[in-house]
């Protein structure tokens, strides 16, 4: 199997231009507000929007990574945003918050085919109806993405990994795997840092079969420039200690890869059970 596929939010069309040539297949924008601030307002994720002129930017200077937009949930102007992102450069689009087969289809409708579009599972409906839904994308062009901190939060959770902990998401994983849909969960920090260090992390997207995640805000550490970014990490340092964690895994037995499971399971019921009252 190929390597892990990283992607990264940034505005700045100085850190796109700098992390592409390291290391970074997609470069992620966001334009999603509606609701997040309530779901999200405690936790450090990204809230800001990025608007269509600093999506252009970007765009403009990209010589071969992805640019994917993340649009609000279905709403009365989705069309209108649609529309909006991919004349300014989108070549991807990204659907959050959705729940049903219904929502899937006439976000596809809106987008008919001018560009592929990753759904964003990260409610507990969405991943019950996954079979349902599955059959609407196409496999090679479209993806999915499992979002981890509204998933946790919606289950009442204290920590985000903890639905990854209880193998919640081996049938998705499976699912997935053999409709031949590529699909990518959560983000990761730099190695060697984080509650939950990276390469356990790691060890769980080899063995589920994940093909994409996000370097996190812990990774980048919210750099805003490429000398920001070189002054906060060495940055083709630390992607070369994930490319060696991830080697690691590959090379690892599935006891092993089972062994690590475990390990991160003990960890995350741990650091989730610290907010339980």
């Not at 700098?18 to 924008?29: D, N, P, W, Y």
């Not at 409610?123 to 839904?133: E, I, K, N, Q, Y």
């Not at 990490?233 to 890869?257: C, G, M, N, T, V």
């Given at each position: 199997?190929?390597?892990?596929?990283?992607?990264?939010?940034?505005?700045?069309?100085?850190?796109?231009?700098?992390?592409?040539?390291?290391?970074?297949?997609?470069?992620?924008?966001?334009?999603?507000?509606?609701?997040?601030?309530?779901?999200?307002?405690?936790?450090?994720?990204?809230?800001?929007?990025?608007?269509?002129?600093?999506?252009?930017?970007?765009?403009?200077?990209?010589?071969?990574?992805?640019?994917?937009?993340?649009?609000?949930?279905?709403?009365?102007?989705?069309?209108?945003?649609?529309?909006?992102?991919?004349?300014?450069?989108?070549?991807?689009?990204?659907?959050?918050?959705?729940?049903?087969?219904?929502?899937?289809?006439?976000?596809?409708?809106?987008?008919?085919?001018?560009?592929?579009?990753?759904?964003?599972?990260?409610?507990?409906?969405?991943?019950?109806?996954?079979?349902?839904?599955?059959?609407?994308?196409?496999?090679?062009?479209?993806?999915?993405?499992?979002?981890?901190?509204?998933?946790?939060?919606?289950m009442g959770l204290g920590f985000l990994f903890e639905p990854m902990a209880a193998r919640l998401l081996d049938p998705a994983a499976a699912q997935l795997n053999q409709a031949g849909v590529a699909?990518?969960?959560?983000?990761?920090?730099?190695?060697?840092?984080?509650?939950?260090?990276?390469?356990?992390?790691?060890?769980?997207?080899?063995?589920?079969?994940?093909?994409?995640?996000?370097l996190s805000r812990a990774f980048h550490a919210g750099a805003a420039t490429s000398a920001g970014l070189l002054e906060a990490l060495d940055f083709p340092a630390e992607i070369a200690k994930l490319?060696?964690?991830?080697?690691?895994?590959?090379?690892?037995?599935?006891?092993?890869?089972?062994?690590?499971?475990?390990?991160?399971?003990?960890?995350?019921?741990?650091?989730?059970?610290?907010?339980?009252?």
């Amino acid at each position: 199997m190929s390597q892990l596929n990283f992607m990264m939010i940034t505005a700045s069309p100085d850190v796109a231009s700098f992390i592409e040539q390291h290391g970074v297949a997609r470069i992620f924008m966001d334009q999603e507000v509606l609701g997040k601030a309530e779901r999200q307002g405690h936790l450090d994720t990204h809230k800001a929007a990025h608007s269509l002129g600093e999506i252009a930017a970007v765009a403009a200077v990209l010589e071969h990574a992805e640019l994917m937009v993340r649009l609000n949930p279905l709403h009365a102007s989705t069309r209108r945003e649609v529309d909006a992102a991919i004349e300014h450069g989108a070549q991807r689009l990204m659907l959050p918050m959705f729940s049903s087969r219904v929502e899937v289809g006439q976000f596809l409708d809106m987008v008919n085919g001018r560009v592929p579009v990753t759904f964003l599972a990260e409610t507990a409906a969405s991943l019950v109806r996954l079979p349902d839904w599955l059959g609407l994308l196409t496999p090679g062009v479209d993806e999915v993405h499992i979002g981890l901190n509204d998933l946790s939060l919606g289950m009442g959770l204290g920590f985000l990994f903890e639905p990854m902990a209880a193998r919640l998401l081996d049938p998705a994983a499976a699912q997935l795997n053999q409709a031949g849909v590529a699909w990518g969960v959560g983000g990761v920090a730099r190695v060697g840092q984080g509650e939950l260090p990276a390469e356990t992390v790691l060890g769980e997207h080899v063995r589920l079969g994940s093909q994409w995640i996000i370097l996190s805000r812990a990774f980048h550490a919210g750099a805003a420039t490429s000398a920001g970014l070189l002054e906060a990490l060495d940055f083709p340092a630390e992607i070369a200690k994930l490319r060696q964690a991830e080697a690691h895994w590959r090379s690892a037995d599935e006891s092993s890869l089972l062994e690590n499971q475990r390990q991160l399971a003990e960890c995350a019921y741990r650091l989730g059970s610290r907010g339980a009252t």
